[in-house]
Nanobody, 124 residues
Framework: QVQLVESGGGLVQPGGSLRLSCAAS???????IGWFRQAPGKEREGVSC????????YYADSAKGRFTISRDFAKNTVYLQMTTLKPEDTAVYHC??????????????????WGQGTQVTVSS
């Protein structure tokens, strides 16, 4: 059974950092994994993704220079290191598995399995 479990969210002050984890089970990391976020009243948006080999990485413009995605094949886990957080980063963050073995994508409809999400709140 495919399962994705996010963790690491929380409340942080502006300028702070968080590291999100996405633990995958039921499949090997032969698929790209993406991180998405959804704020209240807004559409889900792609934040970052990493290909199965780790050689292709994409970031949304809002994440470039502040977020870093990585994967640990031994632990079947993908991480999203977030720094210099801003109030507009507040959202529920989800990780997801790409439908087909492919490079990478920030389009939500290209993903078939999703985690339950972890809340990130950036506030003073």
């Amino acid at each position: 059974q495919v399962q994705l479990v996010e963790s690491g969210g929380g409340l942080v002050q502006p300028g702070g950092s968080l590291r999100l984890s996405c633990a995958a089970s039921g499949f090997t990391l032969d698929y790209a994994i993406g991180w998405f976020r959804q704020a209240p009243g807004k559409e889900r948006e792609g934040v970052s993704c990493i290909s199965s080999s780790g050689s292709s990485i994409y970031y949304a413009d809002s994440a470039k220079g502040r977020f870093t995605i990585s994967r640990d094949f031994a632990k079947n886990t993908v991480y999203l290191q977030m720094t210099t957080l801003k109030p507009e980063d507040t959202a529920v963050y989800h990780c997801a598995k790409l439908k087909r073995p492919s490079s990478c994508s920030l389009v939500p409809t290209n993903y078939d399995y999703w985690g339950q999400g972890t809340q990130v709140t950036v506030s003073s």
